[in-house]
């Protein structure tokens, strides 16, 4: 986390605080968990300074807290993410997002011939390889990859 | 009763090698006595949203010596589909007026999304370029009819092994029986890795030929492929190629006793007529086999067998 001294996005009371997100990720990472129809504080600070990734993101929400399972999805965008609850300022739990097995309903199948692209199909999406971030889609059986991601509006 | 009573057949990977089996051995009982009238109280839908000739008339004339009745369409043109109605509804009004849905449909993952839908068993009659397992089944039917069995077999896929999907189905499904596999295909259309690696997982061996003939002493099987010219970017170059995975009757001088020819049809010009008139030839008898695996399945599927 940022040093207290100097924190250049406030700290907040109550919520969870997401760290070291990388600089071109922080908007995919909040339409991922759906912020943008968050009806309370968002804080969205990008390209601080940080030790670990030359320059991160952050993103602060007050009074959410995320399950692993729901802030899981993030991986997939910013795999050394940090995610942190909060509590009285105080930082109760600490945990890094991880990619899961399964994707459902964000990602867009990268196959344009794929029946999600043409019907409002939710996708679903086994993630076969973890490391190189490979998705096979439940319907064509086709690859997405990171390089083929795109994510449901 | 068998264990396929009620379920889906979207992929060739949703049966188990026993499950093969177990419908290669109700066709078999179907070819000695096709005409068994026991879907009599059964409707199957055929939805064929893009043309066919030998699926869809096979299934249909499976379903009609089982004394099925059929509904359905060969063309969506003049169905509510052309107005504009999502295959999601166009799926659940029609499993409520059949017992089975049979369906083709360009878009691919398109027949795994009906499955979810419908409130009776979908079989894949093929979803774009994706899956076509009746295809496959009915090429085991014929492999194992030819050879006596489905193990240990040299394999030979020529042609477009990067866009056949009937190859790589049959690559897959193959792969349960310890295969080896000859691969012989232009440069350009090689098989893709994602296929090579189940050959691989399954700790079996292929090898690679760019000309036929290297391969007609070894196979068992020789499974021929069209190769389009529109999956050339450079005409040269399909001209140069072209010519390197035809068969002819003169090239089989020296093949097993055993070898057989099979080609999912239709042909172009891949494979001379004068084949035709070798005891090699399978390909017309294969694509009639089609008929006992589609009873096969339809009846273990509705539960008659």
């Given at each position: ?48 300074t ?19 399972e ?84 | ?25 109700i ?25 066919s ?25 003049g ?24 369906m ?24 774009g ?8 089944m ?22 477009d ?7 790589h ?86 093949c ?50």
């Amino acid at each position: 986390m940022e040093s207290k001294k100097e924190m250049v996005v406030s700290a907040i009371e109550n919520g969870t605080v997401i760290d070291h997100i990388p600089t071109e990720s922080v908007y995919q990472v909040i339409r991922i968990l759906g912020l943008e129809r968050y009806k309370d504080e968002v804080l969205i600070g990008n390209h601080l300074t940080s030790g670990k990734l030359g320059r991160k993101g952050i993103v602060k929400i007050k009074n959410k807290h995320f399950s692993v399972e729901e802030v899981s999805k993030i991986a997939l965008v910013a795999p050394f993410a940090s995610i942190i609850d909060i509590e009285d300022y105080k930082v109760v739990k600490k945990f890094k997002a991880e990619i899961p097995d399964h994707v459902e309903n964000f990602v867009r199948c990268a196959n344009p011939k794929c029946i999600t692209n043409a019907e409002a199909v939710p996708t679903k999406f086994d993630i076969v390889d973890k490391e190189n971030l490979k998705l096979r889609c439940h319907y064509c059986e086709k690859f997405t990859t990171k390089e083929t991601m795109k994510f449901a509006e | 009763m068998s264990t396929l009573k009620g379920r889906n057949l979207i992929s060739i990977t949703d049966f188990s090698k026993e499950e093969y089996i177990e419908v290669l051995d109700i066709a078999e009982g179907f070819e000695k006595n096709p005409k068994q009238k026991i879907l009599s109280d059964k409707v199957v839908a055929t939805l064929f949203f893009e043309p066919s000739t030998r699926t869809r008339l096979s299934f249909e004339s499976a379903a009609n010596q089982l004394g099925a009745r059929i509904i359905g369409f060969s063309d969506p043109g003049g169905t509510s589909v052309q107005k504009g109605e999502s295959l999601h509804d166009t799926i659940v009004m029609v499993s409520s007026y059949s017992d089975l849905i049979v369906m083709r449909n360009p878009k691919e993952g398109s027949s795994r999304y009906a499955s979810e839908v419908a409130s009776v068993p979908v079989i894949n009659a093929g979803d774009g370029a994706n899956q076509h397992p009746t295809q496959c089944m009915l090429d085991l039917y014929s492999i194992r009819k030819t050879q006596g069995t489905l193990e240990n077999l040299q394999i030979a896929c020529v042609g477009d092994l990067k866009y056949g999907r009937t190859v790589h189905s049959l690559v897959q499904a193959m792969c349960n029986f310890n295969a080896t596999f000859h691969l012989v295909s232009p440069q350009e259309l090689k098989l893709p890795s994602s296929v090579k690696m189940s050959i691989k997982n399954a700790g079996l061996k292929y090898y690679q030929y760019t000309d036929l003939r290297d391969i007609i002493p070894t196979a068992d099987i020789i499974y021929m492929t069209r190769v389009q010219r529109e999956r050339f970017p450079d005409p040269m170059e399909y001209e140069r190629v072209k010519d390197s995975c035809i068969l002819s009757a003169d090239m089989l001088a020296g093949c097993k006793p055993n070898m057989r020819v099979l080609h999912p049809l239709p042909r172009v010009n891949e494979i001379t007529t004068d084949v035709d008139r070798t005891p090699y030839a399978y390909y017309f008898q294969q694509a009639q086999n089609g008929v006992y695996v589609r009873q096969a399945l339809m009846a273990a599927i509705l539960g008659a067998k």
